[in-house]
């Protein structure tokens, strides 16, 4: 992961722990393993956005640390808003709104540009459209595998923020792989590129909207 890339937060982090740690000598492979999974645990808790990020899509807001929990299997997740209908369970079919976002924050592509500003639970009538949803059922291997643990236990209306390492998120080839998947070739191939760098530390960012849960 470059250095250049990071939030300022996380940078100042990583040259406080490194002044900790390094001795005039050069640092053994497993205090570098160890500095790499701290600098990563950090900026996936911190997200700090850059003024870029924020431009592309206001709901891209700053999460404390302590918001985050653990994703059976790896990744983060933090509430951004709790929804008061359906909850997500292992018997669930649910329709999300995504929006996917680079480690470095940048847009790739989503079912929506903004998700929705609507409060409490989504109210669905029964012919609700759902084409540029992403709807699966929990459990049936449609979605990837951070996706299908992250959203477990969301309700209906509610917001959450995903951070998915590598081996939670997409598979190669691309087509192949779970959803939710962008349609353009331009964000496909965004997300092949960054599969592609075999970097065990890289991630993605996956906010979804669980508009309706059944």
């Not at 992961?1 to 390094?22: D, E, F, G, I, W």
């Not at 956005?49 to 807001?61: E, H, I, M, N, V």
């Amino acid at each position: 992961m470059s250095c250049a890339r990071l939030p300022l937060l996380v940078l100042a982090a990583l040259v406080a722990h490194t002044s900790a740690l390094v001795t005039p000598l050069k640092l053994q492979a497993q205090a570098r393993r160890s500095l790499l999974q701290s600098v990563t645990a950090a900026v996936a808790a911190a997200l700090i956005p850059s003024a870029q990020t924020r431009a592309l899509d206001s709901s891209f807001a700053e999460v404390e640390r302590n918001e985050f929990h653990r994703i059976p299997g790896g990744g983060q997740y933090a509430d951004l808003r709790l929804g008061t209908g359906a909850q997500v369970s292992e018997v669930s079919t649910v329709s999300l709104q995504w929006v996917l976002r680079r480690s470095n924050g940048y847009f790739v592509d989503g079912s929506v540009k903004m998700l929705s500003a609507q409060k409490g639970a989504v109210k669905v009538a029964d012919n609700f459209d759902e084409r540029d949803n992403f709807v699966f059922s929990v459990g049936d291997g449609r979605a990837i595998a951070g996706l299908d643990a992250g959203v477990r236990g969301m309700r209906q209306g509610g917001v959450r923020r995903l951070v998915l390492p590598v081996k939670q998120a997409y598979t190669l080839p691309i087509d192949k792989s779970g959803g939710p998947l962008p349609e353009g070739y331009g964000p496909r191939r965004q997300i092949e590129r960054e599969l592609q760098r075999n970097d065990l530390y890289n991630y993605f960012y996956l906010e979804v909207e669980a508009s309706r849960v059944r």
